[in-house]
């Protein structure tokens, strides 16, 4: 079975621009997460999703971050626009439900620079 | 606010041999659970280790295995026998029931030949 499938792996942008990423979770898991992990540091949360509904997005800087899941399925996070300080590794996860009883699948990350 | 702290960046250990990586962390929460998680250079984040709050035994999953302290708060892990394929960086989570995962900066761990 395939894992948490995430693209692109690598992105580089300059300041100002938008940027996307797209995570696919593992079939039939109903939570989904977007983690940003800063180099040298341990994931941060930014939004959790149960099915399609953001239940948690208190860390997410909604000035210029969005994320949406339709269908409850795969899921897009969007930085417009894109800040030096945005530099970092973007993670997906995804567990069968929010319980921490539940196995959480990371997905490879999406290495963002922005210069 | 609720951390996680690891007080060791970096750590290595000669293949075969045993270490012990530190975590401690703050909380008032009573019900939770505590995760070791290893991230492998270029590889994803993969589970090793979970434990209960609300046991007292210590959990243990092959060659990996926890001391944990709830009075203390703090939760280590000790890997046995070490070999090449556990440098990875290690990050110690922390989930309080109903909410969200919190990690620490993470340790890195190079097992020597």
């Known amino acids: 079975e395939a894992g948490v499938v995430q693209s692109p792996r690598y992105k580089i942008i300059e300041k100002k621009q938008p940027v996307a990423f797209w995570c696919n979770p593992i079939s039939g898991h109903n939570t989904l997460y977007w983690y940003r992990q800063n180099l040298g540091q341990g994931p941060e949360l930014l939004i959790r999703y149960e099915n399609e509904e953001a239940v948690d997005d208190s860390q997410l800087p909604k000035d210029r971050f969005s994320a949406e899941r339709l269908k409850g399925v795969d899921s897009t996070l969007k930085i417009q626009p894109a800040e030096l300080g945005d530099s970092a590794v973007y993670l997906c996860?995804?567990?069968?439900?929010?319980?921490?009883?539940?196995?959480?699948?990371f997905g490879p990350g999406t290495r963002l620079t922005v210069t | 606010a609720q951390t996680v702290t690891q007080s060791q960046p970096e750590m290595s250990v000669q293949e075969a041999e045993t270490v012990t990586l530190s975590c401690t962390y703050d909380?008032?929460?009573?019900?939770?659970?505590l995760f070791w998680y290893k991230q492998p250079p270029s590889r994803q984040m993969i589970l090793v280790i979970r434990?209960?709050?609300?046991?007292?035994q210590n959990a243990t999953e092959n060659r990996f295995s926890v001391n944990f302290q709830k009075a203390a708060k703090s939760f280590s892990l000790k890997i046995s026998d070490s070999q090449l394929g556990d440098t990875a960086m290690y990050f110690c989570?922390?989930?309080?029931?109903?909410?969200?995962?919190?990690f620490g900066p993470g340790t890195r761990l190079s097992v020597l030949p």
């Open positions: 909380t008032s929460e009573s019900n939770y659970y």
């Open positions: 996860a995804s567990t069968t439900s929010g319980s921490p009883l539940d196995e959480q699948y």
């Open positions: 434990q209960e709050a609300y046991k007292q």
């Open positions: 989570a922390f989930f309080p029931y109903g909410q969200n995962f919190v």
